[in-house]
């Protein structure tokens, strides 16, 4: 299945819908970037992955 439409799944269900998604991607094309970011992605990472942003991004969104 295709990112957006794992993210669409996610944002659909009463369960999921409040979970912040951060996607991860090889794919660093703008317009997909934009268009996850649009769809309701609260970030997008691209491979390689740099840990220390990754990292920051999870702090960001839980609660510890």
Do not use: C, H, R
Request: charged content about 25%.
């Amino acid at each position: 299945m295709k990112g957006d439409e794992v993210l669409k799944k996610l944002l659909a269900d009463s369960v999921t819908k409040t979970i912040p998604v951060i996607m991860v991607s090889a794919n660093a094309i703008p317009s997909q970037i934009k268009k996850l970011m649009k769809i309701g992605a609260v970030n997008y990472l691209t491979k390689p992955l740099d840990i220390i942003q990754f990292l920051k991004n999870v702090d960001q969104y839980t609660e510890i």
